[in-house]
């Protein structure tokens, strides 16, 4: 139950892109204590590993800062309709594990949804409508254009020039008629160099030529070298910025906010005795296990779920916080945890 045969799936070749992105995962319907002791030991494995496939594919929550990212990119991709030169994108921008490619991946999925509503079957005619690529480490303007390259399957001669890539990579980019594009780890190019200047170079020459709308996100990167100097004040220009942040609880609108994502995450667990509305009452512990961070509590929550399907005992799947302390957690999250003082709003989340 614990091992499958399974196929790495890779953001960064369009093929597997635009399987994840179809996926609809779907909780599974959950039968009664007497319709799950009704079935036969096959037919309860197989509900195991139903469930806990749903969970390996990553609970998610609409939260207030992926709502941010999905309205804030749809109004680029709006004002870029029809608009020959300047397009305008959005910069995702933040500390590690705040949920950036897990917002991107929404923000992919609810445009290639959008396209595919309008333009049905588009795959049969070879259209990619949303790109994604992650920035090498230590890029080269060269090796920059080679990771789009390697997203459409471009098998180009090693002898290549940059022109010769780049001049292919525009041309499938607007033969597949790619919407939207995803520049992940943007933060590899927020060091001033000379290598780091020519592949930035090399993204604006891309959006200057196709129709395409871009989204950057990477760590921090409103806050390094990559917006200063005439490069960056023409990405400043050009971008707006959505930074992501772990979740406070210093206001009463951030416990009410804090609240609502625990919710949300509790309503999707695929658990025979639990009660989405039981994890309010560990709320304000959640907060300070995870430091506010989406990433750590869903590691928590999916951690936790996929243990208590193992334990066979459906009386016993629900998540208490006695349970829940056994479920390890990152070693940030940790520190930031020992770190955290409980403040009247923390306080307030227990009530």
Known sequence: MIFTEIDAVRLDRH?????????KPAKPELPSFEQYAALTRQ????????????????????????????????????????RASGRTGVMVSGQSTVGKTTACIAVMRGLRAMYSHQYPGFEG???????YVEVPSGSSAK???GRFAHFYGLELPKSCTL???????????????TQLVVVDELQNLSRVSQGNGESVDVLKSLSNQVPSTFVYSGINIHRGGLLTGERGNQISRRFTLLEMHRYGNATKEEVKAWKGIVMAFSEQLPLLAHEPKSLLKTAAWLHKRSGGNIGTLQRIL?????LRILDGDPAQETLTREYMEAIPIDMAAETKRGQLDDSPALRQLAG
């Open 15 to 23: 093929e597997d892109l635009n399987l994840l992105l179809a996926a």
């Open 43 to 82: 037919q309860r494995q197989d509900l195991d590993a139903l469930r806990l496939d749903y969970l390996a594919g990553g609970l998610t929550a609409s939260t207030p800062q992926v709502k941010a990212l999905i309205r804030n990119v749809r109004l680029a991709v709006l004002g870029n309709r029809g």
């Open 125 to 131: 005619r070879g259209e990619i409508p949303v790109a």
């Open 143 to 145: 090796a920059m254009i």
């Open 163 to 177: 022109e010769e890539i780049l001049h292919a990579v525009v041309t499938a980019m607007r033969t597949c008629s």
């Open 302 to 306: 999916v951690g936790g779920s996929q």
